[in-house]
């Protein structure tokens, strides 16, 4: 028996590297045309049983719905209006807390492009919160945290951000120019105030002019001065700043020209200038976070 | 040397919390109902001191940025009221300041108007219903204000508003 079983060993231990390996390869095909049936069976199988089971289940989950309506329909008045006054308060908790989330996304999403914001040049960003506003000129000045110690000037323009595009492109845009310094605070006054002018240009039709405070506040619109007569800008047209008065880097969005007038986009004044007007990208009764391009000195 | 204290520390507490709900949008002119008690309590001098300090810090450290103290002169007009009630009102209830209460942020916000806010009209339409809101509270919270400051001046030794028109029939 001894020597029966020791032959058996003598005779595997014949088989060649090369059939082990065939063997191994020929099992290994075997297990996966298995576990491929298997995988096609099992699919086949789920779907058919649910298709099959389906209206069975549906009938079951109809009839249990038909049966909490008729419930809920046999329920008392009082019961039934202290469920649904429940579900209002319930309601408005739920809508009070989608608001607070959805001004702390704002916030988010305003504190990250603000981060992300680059030096341009020999300006370098500062970056600051809304300190104090006067409901007298919500919509015209502001007072920041950050003074003449942080480098901050007057002329320095204040930028926030804002989305762009068709709404979806996170950007900066200016949204007014400091207009005076304290050691720890700065005082802006915003695009829409009449203390605002600022030179920009405009790309498209290769020209600039003077960009100054809205006439009018709750227009939203600020005003375009001094454009050529023969660069009119077409209603779209984006307006940036420029390097000519020496305070704010080139190339930063301010505002976009409209024709909200329901007449042309552009008017002659006195046939020597165009005048035109542009709107904010962002308005500055929503700001909270802000950046300020201050000059590095040397 | 106490009463300039009470002065200077009441003022800058009433500056601050204006100032703290202009931040929020809100106009409420603590400030204004200080210098009117002040103006009655104290006298022209000491008033004037309170409401030059008060536009100062509401000018100049709120939102508004002015150039100048434009508030200074909406105080003058509340010293002004605060006087022509001493002089020719003649009830001395407590309760009926609720009149000068309700016209006090009508009349700050007005001179306010001229002198601060540069779009007048779109700032006027903008806030009467708060200043209206403003004006109710307020013709609820000038009574309490003069309650509660007189008990404070009585502990401190101080002249009282309560007091003011006695010692104009005893001059």
């Known amino acids: 028996m001894a020597f029966k079983k020791s032959n058996q060993l003598r005779d595997q231990a014949r088989y060649s590297p090369l059939q082990l390996l065939a063997w191994g390869a020929g099992l290994t095909l075997v297990f996966l045309i298995l576990f491929g049936i298997y995988s096609t069976l ?15 289940l549906k009938a079951a989950r109809m009839a249990e ?10 329920q008392d008045k009082n019961t039934l209006a202290k469920a649904l006054q429940k579900l209002m308060k319930e309601n408005a908790m739920l809508a009070a807390e989608r608001t607070v989330v959805m001004d702390l ?3 988010n999403a ?20 809304v300190l104090s506003r006067d409901p007298m000129t919500w919509q015209e000045q502001f007072t920041i945290d950050k ?25 900066v845009a200016v949204i007014g120019k400091i207009s005076s310094v304290s050691r720890h605070t700065a005082h802006v006054c915003t695009i829409l105030s009449q203390d605002f002018k600022m030179s920009v240009s405009l790309p498209e039709s290769k020209s600039s002019g003077i960009l100054e405070g809205a006439r009018n506040a709750s227009d939203m619109y600020s005003s375009l001065k001094f454009l050529p007569l023969n660069a009119v800008p077409s209603e779209g047209q984006l307006v940036y700043t420029n390097a000519f008065s020496g305070n704010s880097p080139p190339g930063l969005p301010v505002g976009v020209v409209v024709a909200h007038t329901g007449i042309a986009p552009s008017s002659s004044r006195n046939q020597v200038y165009f005048e035109t007007d542009v709107r904010p990208f962002e308005s500055p009764a929503e700001v909270r976070f802000v950046a300020v391009y201050v000059k590095e000195k040397k | 040397m106490i009463r300039l204290t009470y002065i200077v520390f009441l003022t800058t507490l009433c500056v601050f919390a204006e100032l703290t709900l202009r931040g929020f949008g809100l106009f409420f002119p603590f400030a204004a109902f200080f210098v009117f008690y002040v103006a009655t309590a104290f006298g022209p001098r000491p008033a004037f001191a309170a409401a030059f300090l008060a536009a100062c810090g509401l000018d100049f450290a709120g939102g508004c940025g002015a150039a100048h103290p434009w508030s200074f002169l909406a105080l003058s007009a509340v010293i002004g009221l605060s006087f022509f009630w001493l002089h020719q ?19 700050v916000w007005l001179v306010s108007l001229i002198f601060l806010a540069e779009h007048r009209f779109a700032a006027f339409a903008e806030q009467f219903p708060g200043v209206v809101l403003a004006s109710f509270l307020a013709s609820i919270l000038l009574p309490v204000m003069i309650y509660a400051l007189d008990t404070l001046n009585e502990k401190l030794g101080l002249d009282l508003y309560t007091d003011a028109k006695i010692k104009l029939k005893l001059q």
Do not use: C, W
């Open chain 1, 42 to 56: 099992r699919r086949t199988a789920t779907r058919v049983s649910a298709d099959f089971y389906f209206p069975f």
């Open chain 1, 110 to 129: 305003q504190l990250r492009s603000l981060i992300g914001l680059e030096r341009k040049g020999v300006f370098k960003p500062v970056f600051a919160e």
């Open chain 1, 105 to 107: 996304k704002k916030e």
């Open chain 2, 89 to 107: 009102v003649e009830s001395e209830s407590i309760l009926l300041h609720s009149v000068p209460g309700a016209a006090i942020p009508f009349m």
């Open chain 1, 65 to 74: 719905n038909a049966v909490a309506d008729q419930a809920l329909v046999l």
């Open chain 1, 147 to 171: 003074g003449s110690d942080d480098g901050i000037e007057p002329g320095n323009p204040v930028v926030t951000s804002t989305l762009m595009g068709d709404g979806t492109v996170p950007a």
